[in-house]
């Protein structure tokens, strides 16, 4: 059965400082999706990982993918309060049209000026 | 830009009556999935549907049920709530299209927060 597992659940951070979210996952798999969503509010897609080594940027936000250690990651490059957010990740199980995803918890990130 | 509309953000209702939770995508995915999301349980499936009239399970089925009778709507029906349903409820949709993470990304609705008392 696959599982995800992010970590931290809970991070406080300065503004201006760097961090970095974890996930792994227990079994093989070539697609790993991270989410971000905003209190009240529904997810929204950030990146989309396809295949081992892949890196993706957006603004502060870089994710990378290395699917022989089954772990992702997602670096905060000089936080600021904007960012404040839960983000998710989410790796994807079978193939083809039927293809689902399973979810890790979320890390809930606060920046604090 | 993907739009996927759901019919309620809030909704109240009383245990034991028949909750309809509407989804609506407007461009022309194949796929649609509904989930619930619980503080400290993250995101959980409840069902999806991979074309029209076809469903299958997620990993929460139990109470649930949907139709899919048009590609664009999907539907969540709570047939007698209860009180352990009380959640946030997410619709989202996937399709094909390029490039690649377009296809693979699924676009999730607002939400409909619902309260069975």
């Known amino acids: 059965e696959l599982k995800v597992e992010q970590n931290p659940l809970f991070l406080s951070m300065q503004e201006g400082k760097n961090y970095t979210i974890y996930c792994n996952y227990s079994?093989?798999?070539?697609?790993l999706y991270w989410y971000r969503q905003d209190p009240g509010k529904s997810l929204e897609s950030l990146f989309v990982?396809?295949?081992n080594g892949a890196v993706k940027q957006e603004g502060r936000l870089m994710a990378s993918l290395d699917t022989k250690a089954r772990l992702s990651t997602l670096h905060i490059t000089a936080a600021v309060h904007d960012l404040s957010a839960t983000y998710f990740c989410a790796v994807g199980t079978n193939a083809g049209n039927n293809r689902k995803l399973i979810w890790g918890l979320g890390t809930s990130l606060a920046v604090n000026p | 830009d993907v739009k996927v509309t759901q019919s309620s953000r809030y909704l109240v209702k009383r245990t034991g009556e028949k909750v309809f939770l509407e989804c609506v995508q407007d461009?022309?995915?194949?796929?649609m999935f509904w989930y619930r999301q619980d503080p400290g349980l993250g995101l959980r499936l409840i069902y999806f549907s991979y074309d029209v009239k076809m469903k299958e399970k997620g990993d929460i089925p139990e109470g649930y049920s949907v139709s899919r009778e048009k590609k664009e709507r999907f539907s969540l029906i709570l047939e007698s709530a209860s009180t352990n349903q009380t959640s946030m409820y997410l619709c989202?949709?996937?399709?094909?299209?390029?490039?690649?993470?377009?296809?693979?990304?699924?676009?999730f609705g607002p939400g409909t927060r619902l309260l069975v008392l």
């Open positions: 079994t093989t798999s070539d697609r």
């Open positions: 461009m022309d995915h194949e796929n």
């Open positions: 990982l396809l295949s």
């Open positions: 989202a949709s996937r399709g094909p299209g390029q490039p690649l993470e377009y296809q693979e990304t699924q676009y």
